[in-house]
């Protein structure tokens, strides 16, 4: 592993990370730069709970979302646990998925039918959040080494940051949207029924309450018709 080589293109994939518009566009650089940059990676995702259903985010390959799905199914997987944080060590690394695999006794056999080899899987979590697991793929036996293993984890730490820092700016960015879209549905309202500001407000959440509706959507629609329906 030329470790200073590597160095540089971690640099690089900062740089790259910081400059993505949206949290799609940083997932999709993270499990691209997996492939890139982690010796013997032929595939990558980002797996993420919602209780026990299964989102796979930014797969470079099919056999990613495959696995991840079979884990659903099944209940249980080594990237089913990195996403919980039930690991030790916060990684996995099956070096050989042709040998047995006491603690996933069912999906190792299948994993292997869809063609994988070996993996690895690195949480990722900052202090606040458990943000799902970083899961790389190889369809040969024995591909991922310790150095492997380093890269990746060094990986998964920049990767952490960079996905909760592209989240949280989504967020608010979304947040201030909203409050927008409610302040110019607030001031229809005001116009065309001489309400005051409060009672404007009020007519919103009424209907969305009543309505089952969320509150940028009823704002939304009053901008859009000029009115509520």
């Not at 709970?49 to 985010?57: I, P």
């Not at 695999?101 to 979590?125: D, E, H, I, K, N």
């Amino acid at each position: 592993m030329d470790w200073a080589r590597f160095a540089q293109q971690m640099a690089s994939m900062a740089r790259d990370l910081l400059a993505q518009e949206s949290v799609d566009g940083t997932l999709r650089r993270i499990t691209a730069s997996a492939t890139e940059l982690v010796e013997g990676c032929d595939a990558a995702g980002i797996l993420v709970l919602h209780d026990r259903k299964v989102e796979s985010l930014a797969p470079t390959d099919q056999l990613v979302v495959a696995s991840d799905q079979l884990q659903e199914r099944l209940g249980e997987g080594p990237c089913f646990d990195a996403a919980r944080g039930s690991l030790e060590g916060r990684v996995f690394r099956i070096s050989d998925l042709t040998l047995e695999q006491p603690r996933w006794p069912a999906y190792a056999p299948q994993a292997r039918t869809l063609g994988v080899g070996s993996m690895m899987g690195f949480l990722l979590f900052t202090e606040d959040e458990n943000l799902g697991a970083l899961n790389l793929y190889s369809s040969n036996p024995g591909a991922f080494t310790e150095a492997s293993e380093m890269a990746g984890w060094l990986l998964a730490s920049h990767a952490a940051v960079a996905f909760s820092s592209a989240r949280t700016h989504a967020q608010m960015e979304q947040a201030v949207a909203t409050r927008h879209v409610i302040g110019e549905a607030m001031g229809i309202l005001m116009g065309s029924h001489r309400l005051t500001e409060e009672e404007a407000f009020g007519v919103l959440r009424q209907f969305s309450q009543e309505n089952n509706v969320k509150l940028r959507e009823v704002a939304r629609q009053v901008c859009e018709k000029g009115g509520l329906s």
